[in-house]
């Protein structure tokens, strides 16, 4: 039921909007246009504003809680940005939700719109894995047990296939091929990406090598 009221009083505001435009002088077409512009522009500058607003409050909330405590895991989130990537998570979701009511009069626009916030997403979601990894890597280099260990290659390759399997999410949903048609697409390729990540790829292997010699 507040959900239905929200979004009757979101749609309400729209058209108050547009009527306002019209008793300036605009045509009923222009003013469809007109408002639809305006109010994308303020869809996206709340969204923004919100987005600012739980950064700075997601950041000051881990900042005192890492006074509190003797880890430093936590003081590594805070230097890999991670309040902020966690922040965008919710304007995201609620304009997500917002979108059909945003473009109501351009229907066509919708989808390309929810994909964009897909892609948002998908890419929200890498960030903050390899913040949470980069993080720990941090922790654990200060960590005596853990210096000589190739954490840092290990971070490196995780990255790789975050970022691989958010570019074949991000390729499927552009193209709405399925995610086995794109590897399928993707075996001719597959050469270059190897010769992309090579050294990534053997120092990985030439860390893990030096590693267990030291074991």
Same mark, same amino acid.
Request: glycine share 6%.
């Given at each position: 039921?507040?959900? =239905? ?13 547009? &009527? ?6 605009? #045509?009923?077409?222009?003013? $469809? /246009? ?8 303020? @869809?996206?500058?709340?969204?923004? +504003?919100?987005?600012?607003? !739980? %950064?700075? !409050? ?6 005192? @809680?890492?006074? #509190?405590? %003797? ?24 304009? @997500? ?11 066509? &626009? ?5 994909? @964009? ?6 890419? +929200?979601?890498?960030? /903050? ?9 941090? =922790? !654990? ?11 840092? %290659? ?12 958010? $570019?074949? +999410?991000?390729?499927?949903?552009? =193209?709405?091929?399925?995610?086995? *048609?794109?590897? =399928? ?5 597959? *050469?270059?990406? +190897? ?14 090598? /030096? ?5």
């Amino acid at each position: 039921m507040t959900q =239905t009221r929200s979004i009757v009083s979101f749609s309400h505001l729209k058209d108050e909007l547009e &009527l306002l435009l019209q008793q300036v002088g605009f #045509s009923e077409k222009i003013t $469809g /246009i007109l408002g639809l512009v305006l109010f994308a522009v303020m @869809f996206f500058i709340v969204l923004g +504003l919100l987005t600012k607003l !739980l %950064s700075w !409050l997601f950041t000051e909330a881990l900042r005192r @809680f890492s006074l #509190s405590t %003797s880890s430093e895991f936590d003081d590594h989130l805070l230097e890999q940005h991670m309040p902020r990537y966690l922040a965008r998570f919710i304007p995201l979701l609620i304009g @997500f939700r917002l979108i059909p009511l945003v473009f109501r009069e351009l229907p066509q &626009l919708i989808e390309p719109v929810q994909h @964009f916030f897909n892609i948002f997403f998908i890419v +929200l979601i890498v960030r /903050i894995l390899r913040a949470g990894l980069k993080a720990g890597r941090d =922790t !654990l280099n200060a960590i005596p047990t853990y210096r000589d260990k190739p954490l840092n %290659s290990y971070v490196q390759v995780a990255s790789i296939i975050l970022t691989i399997v958010a $570019g074949i +999410l991000i390729f499927s949903l552009l =193209t709405g091929k399925s995610v086995v *048609a794109f590897l =399928t697409a993707m075996g001719a390729a597959s *050469a270059v990406l +190897l010769l992309i990540f090579k050294d990534s790829i053997l120092g990985f292997v030439a860390s893990i090598q /030096i590693s267990t010699n030291g074991w």
